[in-house]
């Protein structure tokens, strides 16, 4: 079948490739060595990362020069392999796969056990519904949107897994190698040009930095979602120009119809047509676009409005022909919101419709106080910013160039900026930046590839292949610095682990764990049994360092269920000194108080972690 | 029908069935082992939904490939949020249903061709007297069956 999606390994696409004429064979060769080189680079740079090592500027400190000359050996090779005669796309694909096992395959090789501290609340989740068969949507946000944790949880039992300890921390690899296929779907509906696609495959993953790829329901959700436009763009999008008369049947008042003639009237990308887009075969993509949809609507609470507004912007452009299915969204939405995610609506609506339209609070609420937290945090959360700021700009100049060669990928720009308006509307606890760069990421790549292949009538030159070669350079010098910045907090020790699983078999059930700060592989077992507070939550630690003075108020706080337990691990001590939630070296002090108190005691110890318990309990 | 007709017709209902069988075995196996988790973790990734996107004649496999999975994700989601709003949470029942998903799908993806490729056949045998009268214009009958497999 000859249609918008190709065939990777057989099918010659337009736009392809201009340099290394000569002797391809030799070209292909040298492609296919420097891939084997980097990629044994990388398995003989493993063993040399000392994680001991990481200093407060993440895990790029401890990398070896063999794991950075591996990937510039993969960039270069790359670069060959998008510019190369007649190479088929699997080797291409090749190259994709292997930058997604370096880039984020590194950490869960490295390490025994999941990264970031979410991810054991998340597989705490899935083990309550593993448990007990059921939700209970009072103890947690989750449980109103338990569609991943549910799947887990189903998957756990059918598997014989107690719970998802022991793969979780794969998630990074599995999620972000799910992207590539989705991410080819959607850009090839987008433009027949392989270098563009291509290109922004490479672009996404060396720029995605907040990553939506750990146990997380948002991580499902984002995959949906790429999927789902994928679809929707290759089968119901509408192609070429829309005349005066279309735009007058709209009901448009007649003098404005030059107007929306001018706005809507352009020809749309430039993606191949889909010749095996049959209307029953719409029929069927549209019943699996309803069946994502809405497990998107039962997985994510963000992620459904996201998806609503853009297609809803695609629609009103006349962009797209499922031209109900907005409302079917917005329905699905509400219905989800107002019916079984009502114990949270109803509690929490007033803090969601609160902040609407208040932007520069939400925006504070969203960038951290770079003064307040370490020098090697603030030069990662910089290097986060500039990296942001710079994708976008070059989306911008993308665009601009893709007008000028006359496109207007309206679909496009819906998708890489319609999301730019949700700041105006949540802070979202603090993280909806982070939420708007990941929804905006694939789109603002796309844009910025085509910045410097604006159409497929670009010529392949030495200075497009040079610049290629120094946005993908400085992009993923960015990323290992942005993705791998908080490091020192993000992994936890076998060690630490152990010291929770051993107060998870000893505290009877109703037990207060106080922990130094919430960054501990903590609550991935006996999610509603226990509760959790930490010191720098409590209004009397906040902002200052608690001290052997203060022992009589963490006593108090112990005393606040019959059976208490303290645990001081490594990595809640590194994020203090990261982050500075309370100030450095708190933990550090409080541990030697307590240590030197005799109303407290040490009840377990190993080189990492601490649990300590009140000596009259 | 041709060799390699043939063999796209009937490979993903051959895996389909072969995937059920192994995951309906597996999950009795004691333990989680090695051959359960890979077994599960294959079947509920793949199955459910490449029972139903090589209907689509989607040519190019990774991508076909990823709509499966994000197709056999939402359904497995869907499936486990019915047990938990139906308060009849059970793997067992769970993994059933996946199975009879599977394997209507499978059926799907074998009868629809045949059923093309015999309402096909049936039209050029009522055609034929038509176009033995114009056989000049009329030229080769199209081939229902190949376009209806056409992956």
């Given amino acids: 079948m000859t249609h918008a999606l190709g065939t990777i390994g057989r099918r010659e696409l337009p736009g392809g490739p201009a340099g290394s004429r000569r002797r391809p064979g030799l070209v292909w060769a040298g492609i296919l060595a420097l891939l084997a080189g980097a990629c044994a680079l990388w398995a003989f740079s493993l063993r040399r990362i000392d994680l001991a090592a990481i200093s407060d500027y993440g895990l790029i400190s401890s990398l070896p020069a063999t794991f950075l000359l591996a990937l510039a050996l993969l960039s270069v090779s790359f670069l060959l392999a998008l510019h190369a005669e007649r190479l088929p796309e699997a080797v291409l694909l090749a190259h994709v796969v292997a930058l997604v096992l370096i880039l984020y395959g590194t950490g869960p090789l490295l390490y025994e056990t999941p990264r970031l501290s979410w991810t054991y609340k998340h597989i705490g989740v899935a083990e309550y519904i593993q448990r007990t068969g059921g939700v209970e949507p009072s103890i947690s946000i989750y449980f109103n949107w338990p569609g991943f944790f549910a799947l887990a949880a189903l998957f756990n039992q059918i598997a014989g897994l107690d719970s998802a300890l022991a793969y979780a921390g794969w998630s990074h690899v599995f999620f972000e190698l799910a992207f590539v296929g989705a991410l080819l779907l959607l850009f090839r509906a987008l433009s027949a040009d392989r270098r563009v696609t291509w290109l922004a495959i490479w672009l996404f993953f060396v720029t995605n930095w907040v990553a939506p790829d750990y146990f997380a329901p948002q991580s499902l959700a984002y995959l949906l979602y790429l999927t789902l436009f994928g679809l929707l763009l290759n089968w119901f999008k509408v192609r070429g120009e829309i005349d005066e008369a279309t735009v007058a049947r709209w009901r448009v008042p007649r003098r404005l119809v030059p107007l929306a003639h001018r706005l809507v009237g352009y020809p749309e990308h430039d993606g191949a047509p889909n010749a095996g887009a049959t209307p029953a075969r719409r029929v069927g993509v549209m019943l699996i676009v309803i069946v994502l949809f809405a497990t998107i609507v039962a997985t994510h609470q963000l992620t459904p409005l996201v998806a609503f507004l853009c297609f809803a912007m695609i629609v009103l452009a006349a962009r797209s022909r499922a031209l109900g299915l907005p409302a079917l969204m917005a329905v699905l939405t509400l219905a989800w919101y107002f019916y079984p995610a009502f114990p949270y609506t109803q509690d929490e609506l007033y803090r969601f419709v609160l902040p609407f339209g208040r932007i520069g609070e939400n925006l504070d609420r969203n960038l951290a106080d770079l003064a307040a937290v370490s020098d090697g945090r603030a030069f990662v959360a910089l290097t986060c910013r500039a990296l942001t700021l710079s994708v976008w700009a070059l989306a911008v100049v993308g665009a601009v160039r893709r007008f000028r060669a006359g496109h207007a990928d309206v679909s496009c720009f819906a998708l890489a900026f319609v999301p730019l308006v949700l700041p105006l509307l949540q802070p979202y606890e603090g993280e909806m930046l982070f939420r708007v760069y990941m929804f905006t990421l694939p789109f603002m790549v796309w844009l910025a590839a085509a910045a410097i292949y604006p159409s497929a009538a670009t010529p392949t030159t030495r200075l497009t292949t040079g610049l290629a070669g120094v946005l993908c350079g400085l992009a993923l010098a960015a990323f290992l610095i942005a993705y791998y910045g908080n490091e020192r907090t993000n992994y936890f020790t076998a060690d630490e682990l152990a010291a929770a699983e051993w107060i998870y078999e000893d505290a009877p059930p109703r037990s207060l764990i106080v922990m130094g700060s919430f960054n501990s592989p903590m609550e991935y077992r006996d999610f509603e049994r226990h509760s959790i507070v930490t010191l720098a939550g409590l209004d009397e630690f906040r902002e200052r360092a608690p001290g052997p003075a203060d022992l009589v108020e963490v006593e108090r706080v112990m005393r606040w269920a019959p059976s208490s337990y303290l645990l001081v691990t490594r990595s809640q001590i590194e994020y203090v000194d990261l982050f500075r939630p309370l100030p450095a070296g708190s933990l550090t002090n409080l541990e030697e108080a307590l240590r030197g108190s005799d109303r407290f005691k040490v009840a377990f110890e190993n080189r990492d972690a601490r649990v300590y318990v009140l000596t009259e309990p | ?151």
């Fill in chain 2, 1 to 151: 029908m041709d060799n390699h007709t043939f063999r796209r017709l009937w490979i993903w209902p051959a895996i389909l069935v072969a995937s059920s069988a192994l995951a309906a075995w597996a999950v009795t196996l004691p333990g989680p082992g090695l051959v359960r988790p890979l077994a599960a973790f294959w079947f509920l990734l793949v199955c459910p939904g490449m029972a139903f996107v090589p209907l689509l004649g989607i040519g190019d496999r990774l991508v076909a490939l990823t709509l499966g999975i994000a197709l056999s994700l939402s359904l497995g989601v869907l499936v486990a949020l019915g047990m938990l709003g139906l308060g009849v949470w059970s793997a067992t029942l769970g993994l059933r249903i996946l199975i009879g998903v599977s394997l209507a799908g499978a059926a799907l993806q074998l009868l629809i061709p045949l059923a093309a490729r015999a309402t096909g056949r049936r039209r050029v045998v009522e055609a034929e007297p038509a176009r033995q009268r114009g056989a000049a214009e009329s030229g080769p009958a199209p081939s229902i069956t190949e376009g209806a497999t056409r992956q």
